[in-house]
């Protein structure tokens, strides 16, 4: 108070004035110096004179020693750094960026101002140190951090991550490989690569899906040795899974670069617990198995075991990497996913994103600020550089001919020809609310003439109803099949879940449903039926809703009447998008440079 105080009553002229002593000499040091200095380390004030000389006061000792020309390259410095962050504000193009950046725009020069304005004497001296010139210890290395934040919210902006690539483009096409005898690039035979669990330590598992000795699967191809790129073979890797929502637009968009790219060498990164351990080898696609890593929700032990196991992960994800010689990496989210942006990113590798739902998970939101290549099913969902493609579609269902393949569908199921169909699922996980409304009602729509397919999801069984006496009609429950396409045929009208795979596969086949949001989460599920809901397509119903009564009495008419349940087909056909894999793949050799 005592430094304010002499401060505002302007009798800080001399140094005997309680709390006017720093001020003053600072002044006499910047006297010293005039125009050119006394020459570095030549200062005099720092001597025991001024206090701080190291710390709140180094711009003084800047300039005794180094003069005018000293003092203003440090100004010019600071200018540089408060242009970098205002740039940010004004180009990034999502809030979280902006308010980051404004906020380190905020810091630093607030800190600068009332550092300088106090060396100068035109504010009272409080003590602030000069960010990242001032020897300040703890106050440094916070500088240090908000410039490394700075740096990367700076690398998000359009245009960033292909400057980057400009300058890095030679490392970037064989990270981490080291030349072998001679100078000569080895390179391992596509089928060790495919079988090699790599070291132990990365928890890294590849499984091929196939018998030892027998010829590579669709996702690798002979030939194509590093030299052949980039105008034939194409490393990829593909990083996503956990569920089915997941795994099958990653399955879609390697089947599309398959047929696109035949010289193309894919390697899929999952989890050992996802879907993807068991559809991706039978796909006939190698899986590398990267350690779940499950971001902490809440301050428990997983906190402090989470940095070590994103290390162990990201080291997985880059050994894959390099077995491939990855030219791209697509992401799909999932906890597979995080590692392998991270991965991709530390060995310069382009990062290709697709966002399945409406409101993007954790993961993706994370990617996205890597790279400018994001695309997205839906047109409403938010991030950086987004552009929407739809959802790729595995090949069954983007070729699907409904109406020619009930036959094999109904002999598939044991279903009978000439019946209303309803086909009820939650998902690859199932949907508890869903099972015991449908089960409870099973016997009114059977009695009804109603026939059922049911697919309650893995674990999760239900009672059955007999076939009816009267009608015949049967209600099938399967937990679970791999021949979607087939359930989709024989349904004349669906209820589920409104998961992205979901109502884009629904929409697809021109097949009408009822979607029922998933109560918990982030209402992604509410947005991705949206569109469909309101291009006719569907109906939506909240979860509370769902009971055996709304069975009977809102479900059971709609599936019967035919005239209806056919406007609404012919909606979600409208609506519904199969050519979303070629859109992403496009996308893909774009980052990769291919000309295919």
Known sequence: MQRIEAWIGGICDNPQVEGCFQKVHAEYALADGGWWGLGLGESREKWGLL?????????????EELGLPGSLAVLGLFAVLAYSCFRVVTQAEDGFTRLAAGGLLVWFMGQAVLNIGSVIGMLPIIGVPLPLVSSGGSALIAALIGVGLLLALARSLPGADAALRGRTGTLRRTPG?????????????????????????TGRTAVTGRP??????PGRSHGGQHGDRPGGRLGV????????????PLLATADALRRRVPDSELLVLGTAEGLEARLVPERGYPLTVVPKVPFPRRPDATVARFPGALRRAVAAARDAMRSVKA????????YVATPAYLAARRAGIPIVIHEQNARPGLANRLGARFTPHVATTFDLTRLPHATPVGLPLREEIRTLDRAASRAEGLAEFGLEDRRPTLLVFGGSLGAQRLNGAFATAGADLLAAGVQVLHLTGAGKDVDVPAPDDRTGARYVA??????MDLAYAVADLAVGRSGAGTVCELAAVGLPAVYVPLPIGNGEQRLNARGVVEAGGGLLTEDAAVTPTWVRDVVLPLVQDGERVARMAAAAAEHGDRDAADRLVDMVLRAAGHPA
Do not use: C, K, M, W
């Not at 701080?52 to 300039?63: M, T």
């Not at 030892?212 to 699967?217: K, Q, S, T």
């Not at 030219?327 to 999932?334: A, E, M, N, R, S």
């Not at 399967?478 to 021949?483: K, M, N, Q, S, V």
């Open 237 to 248: 890797v593909l990083a996503g899974g956990g569920s089915a929502g997941h795994v099958n």
């Open 327 to 334: 030219q791209v990496v697509v992401g799909f989210g999932g």
């Open 177 to 201: 490989r080291r030349p072998g005898p001679g100078g000569a690039r080895r390179r391992r035979p596509a089928a060790d690569v495919a079988a090699d669990p790599g070291p132990p330590a």
């Open 478 to 483: 399967r937990p679970y099949t791999d021949r």
């Open 51 to 63: 206090p701080e000389p190291h710390n709140d006061f180094i711009l003084a000792i800047i300039g």
């Open 212 to 217: 030892e000795g027998a010829a590579p699967g």
